[in-house]
């Protein structure tokens, strides 16, 4: 049988090259894109993983605090903890920072506080690489939008992949339905049905075997040079961003043959299954022809379009089980691009509105002078010259450092009391003090703007907490935190109790100067403290060391103008640039160059989302083209009983229209709901997302499902009318 099997198969692909061919597209097709997706998927997440490595340094988190050897070695003694490395550039003085990778870090973000514990050091001292871990489906529970999104883009992924697979299996059901006549006659000589599955499996290992391979080879070659137009585009619009190269990994490559042979073994040996199942008679006489149906008709489609539309609805539930595929590929399709776009520009708005919209009176020009500290910088020639440029409202320098602060019962408003203070009771608790130096002058300006006494040997308390009830991060509520009877405020050098100064209190702020520092984000109780560099020139080398470099905030007079803006950068820069070594940033330009590399990500996802359109719209393409042999009886019967021709391509328009619009009605709702979820956890507006709604790209790719569906139905329905009445009627002779 062996022998038979391989001669009649031989014999079958050859004289039946349409049907075969279009196997073998199928499966080319499906295993190029599917390897050309996991390619960029894989070195589009190296490409970022190498990018933030570099950027931010390769940990997972960092202490940063007085760790001698002994506290080294219980840290590298750790069950869970995989390296411990000292950062010599971060450290300085008496602090050492220590860069730590885990071995798993699906609870770093609870399990580093206690790590911090064991060798004397508090959860403020824990610093992560939230970038990093984000890659590694970590989610920051202070920050909803960190993982989420790369979870739900590995989701949209995943149903992407589901799409290419159902789009081999779409083929071989075709290709198995049209061998039902001539299986049946084999059957009916004595032809077992372990025979015939062998047969047929042996034709999909022939005709798939090598468009496998030769898929997943062009999928690679397609993501490389892909990469390297993408990086042609973005080269000009975001110069100094990282370039992504095609990244080969065994496993992506091994992966992506595995799921395309996996899924033509499955796909033929389902039908192969079924058709050893029938019995000759069943198999002669077409099994799958279409019949029309008498019950459960399709009112809708029969009040809409008539009879036409009544015998539509039978013949497309006729088809249920052969079109249940290539429409659960199309859907997912449809699902993925909208769930893609809707998330993305979701992704967008939320960076405008908590960047960009909450700091867009905050600074016009930032400069970091570096390696210098603000005690002597804001005594200093150049701060003053700054000030005096013509054009330039306000300018503020400023350095920070953590201190803590002990905070008793007593301490504490009313209003925190109420909202529930605390958590854990206690005599008293030991709290982050951030410490906020700003130049003389830049202080004095801020205690005019709140109202307190201009002097400059005490600190201004921001004294805000946030209210711990409301979990939206968007519009936070904030409380009084302390009462506000206290002259004094004692502070404690970062992880050492015994070391306390205490320092007057000329002022309880509820706001802060005008610069892109926030407070009470990760830590809800940190309370800031606002001090003049001259005191800070007194009391810091008690508290230990600022970081390296000085910030200096700019507003302008003229806000709004790239070119002021630009102009006044360069002045400000050359004001420094012969004495320290500066970086700047204006916002305009920044805004711009944001707005830039967003682009740039999104003409890469938006090249995966026409993907994503191509898998689908190919699947149901395929589907629709295939039925001019599977109909040609049924139409053939109904032009027997006096239907016209109209008629006919009427109910191939309904079909059409109903095969294209379900994947609509089905996904939009479940794209609404999903986007609702995610507007609702991430508490952005329902307005503003209407307004930024992806709703062109969305009607795009819906407009190109009806008119590729409509297309393929009007392609074989030309092709089926050209058949004369004895043509449609005449069976498959055996070959």
Known sequence: MWNFGKDYSLSYIRKNRASSVSVMAAALISALLLSLLLSLLYSMWDYEKVRITSEEGDFHARLAGEIDEEELALLKSLGNVESVEINEKESDGENTVVDIRLKNTADIYEEMPEIAELIGLHAQNVVYNDQLLSLYLVRNPRDPDGAMILMLFGGVTVLACISLILVIHNAFAVFMNDRVHQFGILSSVGATPAQIRACLLQEAGMLCALPVLMGNLLGMAAAAGLLEAINEYVREAAPDRLESHFVFHPLVFAGSVLCAAMTVLISAWLPARRLSRLTPLEAIRGADDFFLKRKKNSHILTLLFGMEGELAGNALKAQRKALRAAAFSLTLSLLAFTLMECVFSLSRLSTRITYWDRYANAWDI??????????????????????????????????????????TDEELSDAFTAAGGFQDTQEGWLISAPLIILDDEAFLSY???????????????????????????????????????QDTTVLRKLGQEDVEVKIPVTAYAHQIPAFREQFGVEDYHELAHFIPASLWEKIGGQLGDTGPDTTIRILTEERNSMKTLDSLEKE?????????DVESENRIRAGLESDRAYDALMTIFGSFCVLLAIFGISSMFLNTLSFVRQRRREVARYLSVGMTPEGVRKMFFVEAMVLAGRPVLITLPVAILLTGWFLKTNYLDVGLFLQNAPVMPVLTFILAVF????????????????????EMLRDETML
């Open 707 to 726: 008119f590729s569906v409509g297309l393929a139905y009007y392609l074989g329905g030309r092709k089926l009318m050209r058949y004369s009445l004895s």
């Open 447 to 485: 205690c005019r703007q709140i109202g307190a006494p201009e002097r400059l040997d005490g600190a201004v308390i921001y004294n805000e907490v946030r209210d711990g009830r409301d979990p939206n991060f968007r519009k936070r509520n904030y409380l009084p935190y302390l009462q506000e009877n």
């Open 572 to 580: 400000v820069d050359a004001l420094l640039e012969e004495k320290y």
């Open 366 to 407: 930032m400069v970091t002078v570096k390696d210098t500290q603000i005690a002597s910088f804001a005594e200093s020639q150049e701060l003053s010259e700054i000030r005096a440029v013509s054009g330039i409202q306000d300018v503020l320098a400023y350095q920070r450092t953590e201190a803590e602060r002990f905070l």
